[in-house]
């Protein structure tokens, strides 16, 4: 190459150091499956910081292979005194290494061996062919590997910000060479490895020996020049530092069967990494990196005969109607209350179709078209009848009639998968490929709609998918024992859904901006005080500048420091709050600041002017448990624990004058539902005595009368019956009760002992989840579990807990829904004029007249605690008021 020197470098990652940092520094993440991402997400953004940054020409991620390696057998509680990892985060190394493979970067694993002697082992080969190594850990025992070619990348405070250590740094910061790193754990020892040293010797003491004397052997031969107590000490634990030094010691001869050249690194892939991204539902890694997912084999898909319809033949078209399988709409945009129709694809009973541009929709010749539409008795099959019924319905345009949805069918045979687009059910029933939408349409900033050729045949081709999926997913249903939740329950809710979306909620938008300007003066109060408490005026929203009065000028103890500076999160502060009285403030200052933003200025923007309502969108197909999800605006977020927050609720009112808000909420729907499921005495009893359930429940772990369960007792037993529907971990709970995991797991266990039939309906339901690889709910909706049986503890483990709760989840939403579509039949049936508004959680929102309100009180409960018999009562609070915020 004449002479032009090519560098190499090697990045060497400690996996099992980095996933433990990622974890404890970033919140609880999860998917809509529920399973844990926080570990992955911050491995990720690790490796792509890496990747960009570091520009590595090799590239190995390292894990340790178990538990136990050769360091046992000479010291049998080498990391003995570690806490067991929290199940939140075991679950999620599957994925890490998962993750690992999709970058395409090599990976190693060996029993007996730490990810450490694997990293020194190739460090040392690197270092003998003068390979330029980067080694990413939070481990500072890994300092002893550093030389000319090796620097240590030391993650400090999560796995963002680093310090390097090349021998220089570490002679600057500790007066050692690389190899005494050794030395010096041989002297203090390590709590978090359970490595003893010398006991009363810390890293300051350890410091001072070794610049005196150079090594642990140096120390111990010299023990009789050291004064004092101290030399008592090393005489009496001489054995103890020559074992610690060697536990320290990183072996670098592990048997490798990787070499160098096989850690090659070429980059990764970006349709893999994509998918891999998609199962994690890494969104914004997606749209930041624009991944594509392919086309699922579009190539060489069949060509299907499709005609333009033009202005001229509208009328002709008229006549061709009868013949129509199946229709298909393209609404672009996610909000479908504003979104756009580009164009309508029909499928004949010939094969062949025909493409309706939209502009030719609104044209008087179209009316034939729009009245077919519109007509319940002509039957037709569409993808996603909820969101076309309201998209279409903003347009102008009524589609009634549908006979089969296609999306909730799909949704409901594997509610598990993310997404269920068109062009991925061609590939899971192996049936004639679509591109995918972004292959034709673009995406984001690229999006643009295509030509009428390409338009035509894309749409067509999805027309002709839905006709041919029609009878693959009524066969499914069937054989699957799901036609009466299709029939019965999701596919009427989407009629329903759509009616109350298109319908909207009134919001009084004076009183919002008044409510606004009264937050607004609460936080001028609120800054003011901070400011005085401070001493001084400062950007409140910065986090350095807050971190500097915090930290530097009240001198309050620092908890966690990140990369540009001092961390202010929540956590922090809250930890801070005993402390000084600004920190109070200061975390009451950014709820209302989020109020003011997200809720106040949010619900200005989304009232839709021409109605003077919010019509917000329900997604059906998204949680594996059920539950419906609500955006543009979210109404299921509003912090109603927060009074504040409450009164936002107050700007909700009926849409005519003299009418009332009337609000009907379950009460503990879940804790009903495990009650009735487990067949727990105790907990059955409870709900038929009409007792609270978290005082009883206190009162039978803790052996106390009603009379002695205190107010904390009744919160530690109710974050336990809500922890045990979710499947809360002893690591979960202690976060939520500030208690010890000890403390969290005995808490659990004595729960189980008292209320013995939950603890028999936890085993049955994992081992009937292990025979047939998914659970049911009351309804038959499916939970896939394909790690049940897995041979890896970890993922195996997250499937257990899914299997313990999604029947009891998926139990409660079904139960919601199912209610809402029977009062959806029984208003009509009434012919009443009130109308239901929303669903929120388990409550549902209502407006009714005057002469109305008695009826609705009667009918609404009746319908709720009757849509599916249980073994307990089910029960509902009905309230209502002026607004939304009278009817709780």
């Known amino acids: 190459m004449n002479g032009v020197y090519v560098l190499e470098k090697l990045i060497l990652i400690d996996g099992n150091s980095i996933a433990n940092r990622a974890f404890y520094a970033l919140p609880l993440?999860?998917?809509?499956?529920?399973?844990?991402?926080?570990?992955?997400?911050?491995?990720?953004?690790?490796?792509?910081?890496?990747?960009?940054?570091?520009?590595?020409?090799?590239?190995?991620?390292?894990?340790?292979?178990?538990?136990?390696?050769?360091?046992?057998?000479?010291?049998?509680?080498?990391?003995?005194?570690?806490?067991?990892?929290?199940?939140?985060?075991?679950?999620?190394?599957?994925?890490?290494?998962?993750l690992v493979q999709a970058f395409g970067i090599p990976q190693f694993e060996l029993a007996g061996y730490e990810a450490d002697d694997i990293i020194g082992t190739m460090t040392r080969l690197a270092d003998e062919k003068g390979l330029d190594v980067v080694v990413v850990t939070g481990d500072k025992d890994m300092l002893q590997l550093a030389s000319e070619h090796v620097t240590i990348a030391l993650t400090r405070k999560g796995i963002s910000e680093v310090e390097l250590y090349t021998p220089e740094a570490i002679r600057e910061k500790y007066g050692l060479v690389p190899k005494q790193i050794?030395?010096?754990?041989?002297?203090m020892g390590d709590a978090s490895d359970n490595i003893p040293g010398i006991p009363g010797v810390g890293e300051k003491t350890a410091l001072k020996l070794l610049h005196e004397y150079g090594s642990v052997e140096e120390v111990l031969a010299r023990a009789d020049d050291i004064s004092g107590k101290m030399k008592d000490k090393i005489k009496e634990h001489a054995d103890d530092a020559r074992m610690s030094k060697e536990l320290a010691t990183i072996y670098r001869e592990v048997p490798m069967e990787m070499k160098l050249d096989e850690l090659q690194y070429a980059g990764y892939e970006g349709p893999t990494l994509g998918a891999m991204f998609r199962k994690l539902e890494f969104k914004s890694l997606l749209d930041k990196m624009d991944l594509s997912g392919g086309d699922a084999g579009a190539e060489g898909a069949e060509a299907i005969e499709v005609d333009v319809v033009e202005r001229g033949s509208l009328g002709a078209l008229a006549d061709a109607l009868a013949d129509v399988e199946a229709v298909h709409f393209e609404i672009v945009g996610e909000n479908p209350h504003v979104s756009d129709v580009i164009g309508l694809a029909l499928r004949m009973s010939s094969g062949k179709a025909l493409f309706v541009p939209a502009d030719l929709l609104d044209a008087p010749e179209a009316e034939p078209l729009r009245r077919w539409l519109a007509d319940e008795d002509a039957g037709k099959i569409v993808y996603d009848m909820h969101r076309t019924e309201v998209g279409l319905h903003w347009k102008g345009i009524e589609l009634r009639g549908v006979t089969f949805d296609v999306l909730i069918a799909a949704y409901l045979l594997d509610p598990t998968e993310s997404t269920h687009t068109l062009n991925e059910l061609a590939g899971r029933y192996g049936l004639p490929a679509v591109p995918a939408d972004e292959n034709v349409f673009g995406k984001g900033a690229k999006f643009k709609v295509p030509d009428v050729g390409p338009l035509s045949e894309h749409l067509a081709r999805k027309a002709d998918l839905l006709a041919r999926l029609v009878p693959v997913l009524k066969d499914e249903l069937e054989k699957n024992e799901?036609?009466?939740?299709?029939?019965?329950?999701?596919?009427?809710?989407?009629?329903?859904?759509?009616?109350?979306?298109?319908?909207?909620?009134?919001?009084?938008?004076?009183?919002?901006?008044?409510?606004?300007?009264?937050?607004?003066?609460?936080?001028?109060?609120?800054?003011?005080?901070?400011?005085?408490?401070?001493?001084?005026?400062?950007?409140?929203?910065?986090?350095?500048?807050?971190?500097?009065?915090?930290?530097?000028?009240?001198?309050?103890?620092?908890?966690?420091?990140?990369?540009?500076?001092?961390?202010?999160?929540?956590?922090?502060?809250?930890?801070?709050?005993?402390?000084?009285?600004?920190?109070?403030?200061?975390?009451?200052?950014?709820?209302?600041?989020?109020?003011?933003?997200?809720?106040?200025?949010?619900?200005l923007k989304e009232i839709r002017p021409e109605t003077g309502k919010v019509h917000t969108y329900y997604q059906q197909t998204i949680a594996a448990t059920g539950r419906l999800s609500s955006q543009f605006p979210n109404l299921q977020n509003i912090p109603i624990r927060l009074e504040e927050g409450r009164k936002i609720r107050k700007v909700f009112v009926p849409d005519e004058p003299g009418w009332n808000i009337l609000a009907a909420d379950y009460s503990q729907i879940e804790l009903r539902v495990l009650a009735h499921i487990s067949g727990d005495d105790r907990l059955k009893d409870a709900f038929r005595n009409d007792m609270d359930v978290h005082t009883k429940t206190a009162m039978d772990v803790f052996g106390v009368s009603e009379a002695d369960v205190d107010a904390n007792m009744r919160r530690q037993a109710k974050a336990v019956n809500f922890g045990i529907v979710y499947g809360i971990s002893d690591y979960g709970l202690s976060q939520n009760l500030n208690i010890t995991r000890k403390e969290a797991a005995e808490f659990i266990?004595?729960?189980?002992?008292?209320?013995?039939?939950?603890?028999?309906?936890?085993?049955?339901?994992?081992?009937?989840?292990?025979?047939?690889?998914?659970?049911?709910?009351?309804?038959?909706?499916?939970?896939?579990?394909?790690?049940?049986?897995?041979?890896?503890?970890?993922?195996?483990?997250?499937?257990?807990?899914?299997?313990?709760?999604?029947?009891?989840?998926?139990?409660?939403?079904?139960?919601?829904?199912?209610?809402?579509?029977?009062?959806?039949?029984?208003?009509?049936?009434?012919?009443?004029?009130?109308?239901?508004?929303?669903?929120?959680?388990?409550?549902?929102?209502?407006?009714?007249?005057?002469?109305?309100?008695?009826?609705?009180?009667?009918?609404?409960?009746?319908?709720?605690?009757?849509?599916?018999?249980?073994?307990?009562?089910?029960?509902?609070?009905?309230?209502?008021?002026?607004?939304?915020y009278e009817a709780k």
């Open 29 to 98: 993440l999860s998917n809509s499956s529920g399973l844990h991402t926080n570990a992955v997400f911050g491995f990720t953004t690790m490796l792509l910081k890496l990747i960009e940054e570091q520009k590595p020409t090799h590239f190995l991620v390292a894990f340790d292979a178990g538990k136990v390696t050769f360091r046992h057998a000479d010291y049998k509680e080498y990391k003995g005194g570690r806490a067991k990892t929290p199940p939140e985060l075991s679950e999620q190394f599957p994925l890490i290494r998962e």
């Open 182 to 187: 050794i030395d010096l754990k041989g002297l």
């Open 482 to 603: 799901m036609n009466r939740l299709y029939y019965e329950l999701e596919f009427p809710l989407a009629r329903v859904l759509a009616a109350m979306e298109k319908r909207g909620i009134r919001v009084n938008a004076d009183d919002l901006k008044q409510y606004g300007g009264e937050l607004g003066k609460s936080i001028d109060a609120l800054v003011e005080g901070i400011y005085k408490a401070a001493g001084t005026e400062f950007n409140i929203n910065s986090t350095k500048q807050l971190g500097e009065i915090l930290f530097d000028k009240l001198g309050l103890p620092v908890i966690k420091k990140t990369k540009t500076g001092y961390s202010t999160d929540a956590e922090v502060l809250e930890k801070l709050a005993p402390y000084h009285e600004v920190v109070s403030s200061i975390l009451n200052y950014r709820q209302l600041a989020k109020l003011q933003s997200t809720y106040v200025e949010g619900l």
């Open 749 to 884: 266990e004595q729960y189980f002992a008292v209320f013995q039939g939950v603890r028999h309906y936890m085993d049955d339901i994992v081992r009937q989840a292990r025979t047939n690889g998914y659970v049911t709910t009351l309804l038959q909706r499916r939970r896939y579990l394909p790690d049940i049986n897995a041979s890896n503890f970890n993922l195996r483990s997250f499937a257990e807990r899914t299997a313990m709760n999604s029947p009891i989840q998926g139990s409660a939403a079904d139960i919601i829904k199912l209610a809402m579509v029977q009062i959806a039949e029984r208003m009509a049936n009434e012919k009443v004029r009130s109308r239901m508004l929303l669903q929120v959680h388990d409550e549902l929102v209502f407006e009714v007249p005057e002469d109305e309100l008695e009826l609705m009180k009667k009918l609404v409960p009746e319908v709720m605690e009757g849509a599916l018999q249980l073994d307990v009562p089910l029960k509902v609070d009905v309230n209502y008021g002026v607004n939304w």
